[in-house]
């Protein structure tokens, strides 16, 4: 089982969208049983809220099932227990590596690394395009499943 952990600053827009979409494609593609997905934050500023009403209209829109939930911290010790660490930008990944202190068995990365066009997602909170980010990450996750 592939166990995948995606992280954005505040766990209530990018990574539960990027969360939910991947739960949705495995389930479509009836493989459930390979994952365990969730999403984390790196900050505590959004620790115990809800996923943002933007990415609730987005992820309603594409017709992806999602559920409430709280946002949560990402932990030292969850380095452990999950298999990819994939951050929405660059500085979600050099504050995993702050939090972890190092990414020894090169766990942690971009989730657009993943494409022929590696780079940062945009974060809706600030430019308040829940569209673009969907893109995305949509692309991000079909070329995170095929290397899978």
Same mark, same amino acid.
């Given at each position: 089982?592939?166990?995948?952990?995606?992280?954005?600053?505040?766990?209530?827009?990018?990574?539960?969208?990027? #969360?939910?979409?991947?739960?949705?494609?495995?389930?479509?593609?009836?493989?459930?049983? #390979?994952?365990?997905?969730?999403?984390?934050?790196?900050?505590? #500023?959004?620790?115990?809220?809800?996923?943002?009403?933007?990415?609730?209209?987005?992820?309603?829109? #594409?017709?992806?099932?999602?559920?409430?939930?709280?946002?949560? &911290?990402?932990?030292?010790?969850?380095?452990?227990?999950?298999?990819?660490?994939?951050?929405?930008?660059?500085?979600?990944?050099?504050?995993?590596?702050?939090?972890?202190?190092?990414?020894? &068995?090169?766990?942690?990365?971009?989730?657009?690394?993943?494409?022929?066009?590696?780079?940062?997602?945009?974060?809706?909170?600030?430019?308040?395009?829940?569209?673009?980010?969907?893109?995305?990450?949509?692309?991000?996750?079909?070329?995170?499943?095929?290397?899978?």
């Amino acid at each position: 089982m592939k166990k995948i952990m995606f992280v954005c600053h505040g766990n209530i827009c990018r990574s539960p969208m990027a #969360e939910y979409l991947l739960k949705y494609m495995v389930g479509r593609a009836g493989r459930e049983s #390979e994952f365990a997905i969730a999403s984390a934050a790196t900050s505590s #500023e959004e620790i115990g809220n809800d996923i943002h009403p933007g990415t609730k209209r987005k992820l309603t829109h #594409e017709g992806i099932p999602f559920e409430r939930r709280e946002a949560v &911290q990402l932990r030292r010790d969850d380095y452990d227990d999950w298999d990819f660490f994939i951050g929405m930008d660059s500085m979600n990944v050099r504050n995993m590596l702050r939090i972890f202190g190092s990414d020894k &068995q090169n766990k942690v990365r971009r989730l657009l690394d993943f494409t022929d066009s590696p780079g940062d997602i945009a974060d809706p909170w600030y430019t308040g395009n829940f569209d673009a980010t969907y893109d995305g990450i949509k692309r991000g996750c079909i070329a995170l499943l095929k290397s899978l």
